[in-house]
């Protein structure tokens, strides 16, 4: 069994027939749930036609800081519209990405602190991309609250090691960071989620992120159509694909595939509340 926390089968990179034969073969797969990701308002509709077509697929909405000029009371009122559909699982993706977009730091920074506070005003998981920018975006996530006692009530804790930890259910994203800084989220209650460098072979860092991050705190996901895994690096990336980051993950915590699968997809339920 194995979950996709993070993928975009809605995007205009794939064809209607692709998008069509992607489904196909996600149905016939070991994948039990794909959460597909909007960036910004037409995508994050797109995300839930999706999943009204099939049942494996749920929605996450929001506007991508590269749209972060698109951000204004019309379209927030527009994403806060949509994330009440009952498929819509998360306000994302959301955050910083200062590699991108160096010249609109403020707007940036602007656009994620009211997402953070509509996610936490709709008490709903927040999916984030982060890139150059990791130590302002926790910062801002805790000055916003996304880790406040009053949000982390809201959501049962998880057990880690057998311990009731607070979860926050706040999502890093295809995480880059380094491994302290991943042990730091995880005790304010965010949870890791990682995909193709996971597998790359100069993907070393984000290997000991995943050995650090204790299982119960990780998420496994795509990005499709981008970063694919090792051995199809390179190619389109497509939500099947999860199946190499997930071996790789097993491998890093010397579990088999299957348990790793299992706990992976058992995670990926909890956090975004898919109760079947
Ligand atoms: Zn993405």
New binding site residues.
């Given amino acids: 069994m194995l979950f996709d926390a993070?993928t975009?089968l809605n995007f205009e990179e794939f064809s209607e027939d692709e998008r069509a034969e992607l489904a196909r073969t996600i149905s016939e797969s070991d994948l039990a749930f794909i959460i597909d990701?909007g960036?910004n308002t037409a995508s994050s509709s797109k995300a839930i036609e999706d999943a009204e077509k099939y049942p494996w697929c749920y929605a996450a909405v929001g506007i991508h800081p590269q749209h972060a000029n698109s951000v204004c009371d019309e379209t927030l009122l527009e994403i806060e519209k949509l994330a009440a559909h009952p498929k819509v699982k998360a306000i994302g993706?959301i955050g910083l990405d200062f590699y991108y977009g160096k010249d609109n730091k403020e707007e940036q920074i602007e656009a994620f602190r009211k997402q953070i506070r509509l996610a936490n005003r709709l008490r709903m998981p927040i999916m984030i991309?982060t890139r150059d920018a990791n130590q302002l975006t926790m910062d801002i996530l805790t000055e916003e609250g996304a880790f406040s006692e009053e949000r982390i009530g809201w959501f049962p804790p998880r057990l880690i090691d057998g311990k009731e930890s607070p979860d926050a259910r706040v999502q890093l994203?295809c995480y880059s960071g380094s491994p302290e800084l991943a042990l730091e989220y995880v005790k304010k209650g965010a949870t890791i989620s990682l995909g193709g460098p996971v597998t790359f072979k100069n993907g070393r860092k984000a290997m000991e992120v995943a050995r650090a991050v204790p299982i119960e705190a990780l998420l496994s996901e795509t990005?499709a159509p981008y970063m694919a895994p090792e051995p199809l690096r390179g190619r389109q990336n497509r939500s099947e694909y999860v199946e190499h980051v997930v071996r790789r993950i097993a491998l890093l915590h010397n579990m088999s595939f299957e348990e790793t699968g299992r706990i992976l997809t058992e995670n990926g339920k909890r956090f975004f509340e898919i109760d079947e």
């Fill in positions: 993070h975009h990701v960036d993706e991309h994203h990005d």
